[in-house]
């Protein structure tokens, strides 16, 4: 049969996506999700944890200091969260695009914090801020056996 070639690590870039407890709580999950499916990224980790203040305060550890920086942790330890992986070529700063202003009043239209935010420390979502930050935030929240290698059937339809 026909072998598509697939240019894997272009097309392999991964970013951590985060449902916060906002979200969770507003049944907001499926939202997030289907936003990054329809777009093409593929879903290679994904789990629901209710965060420790320690995990939170190193997730968030470059705001250590900042006036929020208490709030913030107590917000992401405060229930449970879904945290996932996508892969796909440059999700990381196409996701933020998707994501929107860290302020939703100031998120364009069309962005999931504009559609589904107002305040922000009520922002639904969280999504790596660069390749690094990626790497570093998919390391901190999952095991490397927490994450899937495989084609999807699509690809060659979601790639040329
Ligand atoms: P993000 O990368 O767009 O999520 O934004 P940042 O990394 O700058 O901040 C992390 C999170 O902290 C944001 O998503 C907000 O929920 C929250 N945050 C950031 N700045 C402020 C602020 O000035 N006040 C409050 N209350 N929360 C903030
Ligand atoms: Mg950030």
Request: hydrophobic share 40%; charged share 20%.
């Amino acid at each position: 049969g026909t072998t598509v070639s697939f240019a894997a690590s272009a097309n392999s870039e991964r970013s951590f996506i985060m449902v916060k407890p906002d979200g969770v709580h507003r049944g907001l999950v499926g939202d997030v999700i289907k936003r990054f499916e329809q777009r093409g990224y593929k879903l290679v980790g994904i789990k629901v944890l209710v965060p420790s203040r320690e995990l939170a305060s190193k997730h968030y550890a470059e705001h250590d200091g900042k006036p929020f920086f208490p709030k913030l942790v107590d917000f992401l330890s405060s229930g449970a969260v879904v945290a996932c992986v996508f892969e796909g070529k440059d999700v990381v700063k196409t996701g933020r695009t998707m994501i929107g202003a860290t302020n939703p009043l100031a998120s364009a239209p069309g962005t999931l914090r504009a559609d589904f935010a107002v305040d922000m420390g009520r922002n639904i979502i969280h999504g790596s801020d660069s390749v690094e930050s990626a790497m570093r935030e998919i390391a901190l929240w999952f095991n490397a056996d927490e994450l899937a290698t495989y084609a999807t059937a699509t690809q060659a339809w979601v790639y040329e």
